[in-house]
């Protein structure tokens, strides 16, 4: 579980904006046989630099690149990172289409070595009434270190509560056993 995750934004160019992620505070919970094992503590720190292309503030299409670095917050841990293509478009009748194709390079469990992953989603949105939109999105992972996929059908509400906040909630709910299911509500401002 993850609480208080927080993504800070600065904008350094009309195009450019650097951003930190945290995760101020993660728990989990790992049943092995009779054993239950809980940790909780700093869910880790990401910098990443997000960069448009085009269509930045208008246009039917946009285009962005999204490098990103995960700094490790325990001993164990080693630094990874990747980078992930964001693209939009508009569908007219305000229907929107979000693509998003990312890589990323992890550090093995089982070995001391790194493993790259992939991930494709694909979302659409829609107003529902003037200040609430939903969206749908379906998720594709691949995981190199186990050679496994992971699907998820993703879900949920947007509402604008002003120009400058927005608060969502929604679902990632993954399509196989092995798959998290994750609950989630937010808001963001400027």
Known sequence: NSYNFINIKLGITHSLDLQV???TLVTSKIVDGNLTYKKSGFGGLTVRAKQNIWGNDNGKTALAVLPFINIPTASFEKISGGVTIPFAMSLGGNWGLGTQLE???EDDEAENGYHFNFLAAATVSHPLFK????FIE???TRDNEVEAYQYFLDGGLVYTAGTNI???CGFYCGLR???SKIYFIGVSFR
């Open 21 to 23: 992620v945290a995760g």
């Open 103 to 105: 890589t990323d390079i």
């Open 131 to 134: 200040n609430l939109d939903f």
């Open 138 to 140: 379906n998720v594709v």
């Open 166 to 168: 927005k608060v969502d």
């Open 177 to 179: 056993n092995t798959s």
